[in-house]
């Protein structure tokens, strides 16, 4: 059996002392979200997840979701723990009063999302798309329809999904057939099969309303031609069939108990979101949300499996410390004296502590991006832009690498089923392949968002980073965070204007670097989030505060700067290196 | 259904241009191995492995081994296949003549390895258990013993296995609790509990040889303590039962197909191998090709998960070229156009090259430290005292970032189970850990390879390297690979001057940094492997030889050079920061 427990110290960190979150959810308007409630709700919250969907999520596991004649049930006890959040009008958290909301901040809500994963990553999936399916909705839907599903879909009585994926088009949606008429109503007949469609059949809730991307008859050929189309599984008031029969559930490697769905649409009725042909960008302004969630996948699977894999090292006693015997009692010291299992705890955490400051900080640009005045929303936005690859891709590639050194430090254990860990391995290991593979992410990063407006998304990063290094140069205490940030950002934009210069004449050149530009972006991130965390700790310190959170936050510190950011030199020598030697190996000879 | 062809090409290559086997097992005494017969040989086992052990690979995985009242019944198919390569005398490939083998050298059993694990990693480990209870048991087993099993344990009609970790008893084998007990004819009655028995039960064989560890009522406290048995499952002559009984299997993430058994020993007959307390030194002997064979499973779930995720790669089409379509006749081209997706195959398969090398080259040290002359001998014993544990942690790790890239460039269906390749990703997870963990092979490279004998394992080495750097000084061909060579030989010297002064001092210093060093050392180890490739190469170049095999191999190692070496400045910064971070950090604040 697996344990977790919220990390609600870090949280009640990041949002008090580093990311001053009250100061933000008060000038914005979130006037119900004072520290008292954010930390009872967040509190209540990991206990509710603790409680009632981690123990359902092994058996998600174990029996999976079983699909028989076009029907999918979910494991055993899903449905109760969706039925008892649905209940206590948690799914409704982020979204407005008028649609029975509690219109929680947006970091508020990410660190919602953290915990869920934890505790049952393939529920929280469904949560996840329910938020993108009533965000689009209730901005670019007519007023019918969100008469109709908002309330509805918000308070997760009925479910959401994105069917953008077909058989012959994934990455490359430009290329989807699914087609759809207008009807003489003003709703639209739409017909074609979508597959990899998460949650697209089940029996968690009444209805299951889908988004889908289809073309018009008279679309614009490629991505330009894409609209974006509400299709309900029954029709309302009619309590009607639409036409949408799923066909089958992948077996998966992991995430059994989340259903992905082959769905096929039959002359289903479904309404038209927004403009006509603009559903890649409507899809694109879900995304920035459903990536940091994913982003965050990654960080809440490392969580539970590092928590889970470090009381095994407490427990396990093999070897003695190399420096003399420690517990002279027993026949042999616990793991945790060999500095190799330090080295992999400490990795965990460090991966684990830094992603969910960046995830914090991402959370809250999204609210002022949301709600902040223009001055701040231009900056919210210019940063958002750059951050949200970063955090799908390194989040999601740092989840890997924790779950796979969770498996580690336990030996045997770590790959026996009856421990649990395998299960975060399996079931991260999809995060950074959906909503965008990382390599998009990474294409997205460097083709885009760097030149974006002659690069002032740049321009607003570095801004504020720069001022953070200088404010802090003439504390020597800082020195050992400071000193390798800025050597990583003065790197960062040498890189950047490596990528741009060369990028110009040939994309090879950017599409071949930006994997590793994207780590290294990443990295310098994570960077400054720990010389943030590094300064208030030491603050926290001079103020006289005696606790030892914070002498543990500046070794982890020490471990980020020391373990992690010197990767940094060598995926800056992969950039360096080009494309040629990828580009001219002849397609016969792979 | 996933497909495989050997890489017979690679190992022609490999043999006969790069390490001139024939040579070598000319000069060695095996006579009956020349060009002609290891070609054909290997040819023939890489169609039987193809035809026989690859269609029951996926059975393997989706049905598992059952465990039903003390008996495990072995997936579909494997007995048929296990009984056709028993009749072909295949698994007696090593085997003595006088026991019915065929002598064939080491680096050919090797490369056999390598295809019998891409086809099916469950039952090549069968068969490698064998191999190694072979070993023992003609090496230092009674003559008794020797006429009673020795040939049908090499013919593979009787299995093997190790019996080492018990409950309590892994990494710290010091710790093991079965008793052996002397009875008056010379034998012993063994008792107690093994776990992690790979292949402990099965259906396979009409016998099972294991080779157990324990513990003689007088013997030493900790390792010094221990002895090996033989134990079968079913006593000579007698046909009768021994008193071990299997009581479980695991539930692992991966390699369903391998039974890892829990086995009671109730006063159960054994024979002592070799002197008394001699058990860990006998299996440190063995462990020298069987971690050779553990490095190579990272090859071979490499090799096999290369070659279908490139037939996706070849198959799919998204997007475009980003220099201008290719396909003008297709609605997108094949994704094999992506840089990114051309750097992910291109590492794959660089990863699978570079290994392949370096277990052909140890597998020909094995041959030497055998059979060699004096001279010989003692330089192979040298480089395998330092390589083994290289090739185990580096072919492993690799094997799993193999895997993992394997999944990616397929997207959504590199997670789905149908495709086969998620299979690779979850049986390649165990190789990291078993046959001492990565951590311990890390530690036994820099806490003892390096220092025994006063460096001289390090000196055997550095020697050929040096002077093959030294060669090739003046060919300005060569210099993109000599000299990122020569760097990393050179910062290999200085990270070991460290780790030695460092780590007599402090041990700590020299644990926290063995991973990172082992890494950086068998990054060097491929580095010196792709530039003895390129040498050949660029010679059968020169020589008008026209095949694009050579020019495929020069591309492959700037792929090298670009994509993986530069990881080596990052490896050393870390060794470089020693074990303060680690070492200090509280334990009530992991």
Same mark, same amino acid.
């Given at each position: 059996?697996?344990?977790?427990?919220?990390?609600?110290?870090?949280?009640?960190?990041?949002?008090?002392?580093?990311?001053?979150?009250?100061?933000?959810?008060?000038?914005?308007?979130?006037?119900?979200?004072?520290?008292?409630?954010?930390?009872?709700?967040?509190?209540?919250?990991?206990?509710?997840?603790?409680?009632?969907?981690?123990?359902?999520?092994?058996?998600?596991?174990?029996?999976?979701?079983?699909?028989?004649?076009?029907?999918?049930?979910?494991?055993?006890?899903?449905?109760?723990?969706?039925?008892?959040?649905?209940?206590?009008?948690?799914?409704?958290?982020?979204?407005?009063?008028?649609?029975?909301?509690?219109?929680?901040?947006?970091?508020?809500?990410?660190?919602? &999302?953290?915990?869920?994963?934890?505790?049952?990553?393939?529920?929280?999936?469904?949560?996840?798309?329910?938020?993108?399916?009533?965000?689009?909705?209730?901005?670019?839907?007519?007023?019918?329809?969100?008469?109709?599903?908002?309330?509805?879909?918000?308070?997760?009585?009925?479910?959401?999904?994105?069917?953008?994926?077909?058989?012959?088009?994934?990455?490359?949606?430009?290329?989807?057939?699914?087609?759809?008429?207008?009807?003489?109503?003003?709703?639209?007949?739409?017909?074609?099969?979508?597959?990899?469609?998460?949650?697209?059949?089940?029996?968690?809730?009444?209805?299951?309303?889908?988004?889908?991307?289809?073309?018009?008859?008279?679309?614009?050929?490629?991505?330009?031609?894409?609209?974006?189309?509400?299709?309900?599984?029954?029709?309302?008031?009619?309590?009607?069939?639409?036409?949408?029969?799923?066909?089958?559930?992948?077996?998966?490697?992991?995430?059994?108990?989340?259903?992905?769905?082959?769905?096929?649409?039959?002359?289903?009725?479904?309404?038209?979101?927004?403009?006509?042909?603009?559903?890649?960008?409507?899809?694109?302004?879900?995304?920035?949300?459903?990536?940091?969630?994913?982003?965050?996948?990654?960080?809440?699977?490392?969580?539970?499996?590092?928590?889970?894999?470090?009381?095994?090292?407490?427990?396990?006693?093999?070897?003695?410390?190399?420096?003399?015997?420690?517990?002279?009692?027993?026949?042999?010291?616990?793991?945790?004296?060999?500095?190799?299992?330090?080295?992999? !705890? !400490?990795?965990?955490?460090?991966?684990?502590?830094?992603?969910?400051?960046?995830?914090?900080?991402?959370?809250?640009?999204?609210?002022?991006?949301?709600?902040?005045?223009?001055?701040?929303?231009?900056?919210?936005?210019?940063?958002?832009?750059?951050?949200?690859?970063?955090?799908?891709?390194?989040?999601?590639?740092?989840?890997?690498?924790?779950?796979?050194?969770?498996?580690?430090?336990?030996?045997?254990?770590?790959?026996?089923?009856?421990?649990?860990?395998?299960?975060?391995?399996?079931?991260?290991?999809?995060?950074?392949?959906?909503?965008?593979?990382?390599?998009?992410?990474?294409? &997205?990063?460097?083709?885009?968002?760097?030149?974006?407006?002659?690069?002032?998304?740049?321009?607003?990063?570095?801004?504020?980073?720069?001022?953070?290094?200088?404010?802090?140069?003439?504390?020597?205490?800082?020195?050992?965070?400071?000193?390798?940030?800025?050597?990583?950002?003065?790197?960062?934009?040498?890189?950047?204007?490596?990528?741009?210069?060369?990028?110009?004449?040939?994309?090879?050149?950017?599409?071949?670097?930006?994997?590793?530009?994207?780590?290294?972006?990443?990295?310098?991130?994570?960077?400054?989030?720990?010389?943030?965390?590094?300064?208030?700790?030491?603050?926290?310190?001079?103020?006289?505060?005696?606790?030892?959170?914070?002498?543990?936050?500046?070794?982890?510190?020490?471990?980020?700067?020391?373990?992690?950011?010197?990767?940094?030199?060598?995926?800056?020598?992969?950039?360096?290196?080009?494309?040629?030697?990828?580009?001219?190996?002849?397609?016969?000879?792979?």
């Amino acid at each position: 059996m697996v344990r977790y427990d919220a990390p609600l110290r870090d949280y009640t960190f990041l949002f008090h002392e580093v990311f001053q979150v009250t100061d933000i959810s008060e000038r914005l308007g979130y006037e119900d979200w004072d520290r008292d409630t954010i930390d009872m709700m967040l509190e209540e919250w990991g206990e509710l997840m603790r409680t009632t969907w981690l123990p359902t999520n092994m058996d998600g596991d174990k029996f999976g979701c079983i699909y028989e004649n076009g029907q999918v049930t979910m494991p055993p006890g899903f449905k109760d723990a969706w039925d008892l959040t649905t209940a206590g009008g948690w799914f409704a958290a982020a979204a407005k009063v008028e649609h029975g909301g509690m219109e929680c901040p947006l970091f508020f809500r990410n660190a919602m &999302d953290e915990f869920a994963i934890s505790a049952n990553m393939a529920l929280s999936v469904v949560s996840a798309l329910g938020l993108g399916v009533y965000d689009l909705l209730t901005t670019h839907g007519e007023a019918h329809l969100i008469d109709t599903y908002a309330e509805k879909v918000a308070s997760g009585r009925w479910c959401g999904t994105m069917c953008l994926t077909e058989p012959h088009a994934g990455t490359d949606l430009g290329m989807i057939r699914t087609k759809a008429v207008s009807l003489d109503d003003g709703s639209y007949s739409l017909t074609g099969t979508k597959m990899f469609i998460t949650s697209g059949e089940h029996d968690l809730s009444d209805n299951i309303i889908h988004m889908v991307l289809a073309k018009l008859p008279d679309a614009p050929e490629g991505s330009r031609g894409i609209s974006l189309f509400l299709v309900p599984k029954y029709l309302p008031d009619e309590d009607n069939v639409n036409g949408i029969s799923c066909s089958g559930i992948e077996e998966k490697m992991g995430l059994h108990g989340s259903p992905t769905c082959v769905l096929n649409f039959d002359a289903s009725v479904g309404w038209l979101i927004g403009e006509a042909n603009s559903g890649m960008s409507l899809m694109f302004e879900m995304m920035n949300r459903e990536r940091l969630a994913t982003g965050m996948m990654g960080l809440g699977l490392g969580e539970v499996a590092y928590q889970n894999s470090l009381d095994w090292c407490v427990e396990r006693r093999q070897g003695r410390d190399l420096r003399g015997v420690k517990d002279l009692h027993e026949k042999a010291d616990t793991i945790l004296v060999h500095p190799d299992v330090r080295r992999m !705890l !400490l990795k965990m955490k460090a991966n684990n502590e830094g992603i969910r400051a960046l995830g914090t900080w991402i959370g809250t640009l999204l609210d002022e991006m949301h709600r902040g005045d223009e001055e701040s929303k231009v900056h919210a936005t210019a940063l958002i832009a750059l951050l949200t690859p970063v955090i799908k891709a390194l989040g999601t590639d740092l989840g890997c690498e924790t779950c796979s050194l969770a498996i580690q430090v336990m030996g045997g254990a770590g790959y026996c089923s009856e421990y649990g860990v395998e299960q975060f391995y399996r079931d991260v290991r999809i995060a950074p392949i959906w909503e965008g593979t990382n390599g998009i992410q990474a294409l &997205d990063l460097a083709g885009r968002k760097i030149t974006q407006d002659f690069g002032r998304n740049l321009r607003s990063l570095m801004w504020p980073l720069v001022e953070f290094i200088e404010e802090n140069r003439d504390d020597p205490a800082m020195a050992r965070y400071t000193k390798p940030l800025h050597q990583s950002v003065r790197g960062l934009q040498q890189l950047t204007l490596l990528m741009v210069a060369e990028g110009m004449g040939n994309p090879h050149f950017l599409a071949a670097g930006a994997t590793d530009y994207c780590t290294y972006f990443g990295n310098t991130m994570l960077a400054y989030m720990w010389a943030r965390m590094a300064r208030v700790s030491l603050d926290a310190k001079a103020a006289g505060i005696e606790d030892s959170f914070y002498d543990a936050k500046l070794r982890l510190a020490d471990v980020f700067f020391a373990e992690i950011l010197p990767d940094n030199v060598g995926l800056a020598a992969k950039v360096q290196a080009g494309h040629k030697h990828l580009m001219k190996f002849p397609e016969a000879s792979f």
